[in-house]
């Protein structure tokens, strides 16, 4: 099994939609949770990072469910710039930093 | 501020050449993640290092595969022999991570696209 589990996709929405990606993982050790953007034929940035109370930044909205070992993020109103690959990321003990495989976004006009 | 600087950006190779790829952190960055992404099966972890120091080698493929950290601003990946199923992008990483500190933030290099023929 993977350290950490996210559906492919990809995921075509409309402009103006709102999508859901969701990601589980193994370590329940775990201590840090992110997601990463990556764009086609580049590197992965850092999009937000993710607090058990939940946490926003504009459209984007991440939550962590401990209990369930599960990471979601919630894209509201959709933009053609949204497209790209979300990678949900986990850090263990050590600062051990493990990516999943990305869920890819398609956001049409 | 410059970022993570890799080096070579693209290198196509024959099966059995030795292959050295080479990564540069951010300055004062004090972990250096090494990291391989194919589309079958995603970014793979390979190494990191803490204060020059490997951590967890555990995500090396076998023993083809070498890293060293000389120093605080320098690091390389090698492969040798190559072979064809190492064709991959390998991205360098670089971070200032504290205990208690959630921002975590890793800094990629633009990765070195390897070709193995």
């Known amino acids: 099994r993977k350290e950490v589990e996210q559906d492919p996709g990809p995921f075509n929405v409309p402009e103006g939609a709102t999508v859901a990606f969701n990601c589980t993982y193994s370590?329940?050790?775990?201590?840090?949770f992110f997601w990463y953007r990556q764009d086609c034929r580049k590197e992965p940035k850092l999009l937000m990072s993710?607090?058990?109370s939940g946490n926003e930044d504009g459209r984007f909205t991440a939550q962590l469910n401990r209990a369930s070992q599960y990471i979601s993020l919630l894209i509201r109103d959709s933009k053609l710039s949204d497209s790209a690959t979300y990678l949900c990321?986990?850090?263990?003990?050590?600062?051990?930093?493990?990516f999943g495989a990305g869920t890819r976004l398609f956001v049409k006009a | 501020d410059a970022g993570v600087i890799q080096s070579p950006r693209h290198e196509v190779t024959e099966m059995g050449q030795e292959v050295t790829l080479r990564c540069k952190p951010i300055s004062g960055h004090d972990y250096l993640f090494w990291y391989r992404q194919t589309m079958m099966r995603g970014l793979e972890l390979l190494i990191y290092?803490?204060?020059?120091?490997?951590?967890?080698d555990s995500g090396m493929p076998e023993d083809r595969f070498s890293a060293k950290m000389p120093n605080a601003s320098f690091s390389t990946l090698k492969i040798q022999p190559s072979e064809p199923r190492d064709s991959a992008v390998y991205f360098c990483?670089?971070?200032?991570?504290?205990?208690?500190?959630?921002?975590?933030?890793?800094?990629f290099g633009e990765g070195s696209r390897l070709t193995v023929l």
């Open positions: 993710v607090y058990s």
């Open positions: 990483a670089s971070s200032l991570l504290r205990p208690g500190q959630n921002t975590g933030e890793l800094f």
């Open positions: 370590n329940s050790a775990s201590q840090s």
């Open positions: 290092f803490n204060n020059n120091v490997p951590i967890d």
């Open positions: 990321v986990v850090m263990a003990g050590g600062f051990k930093t493990i």
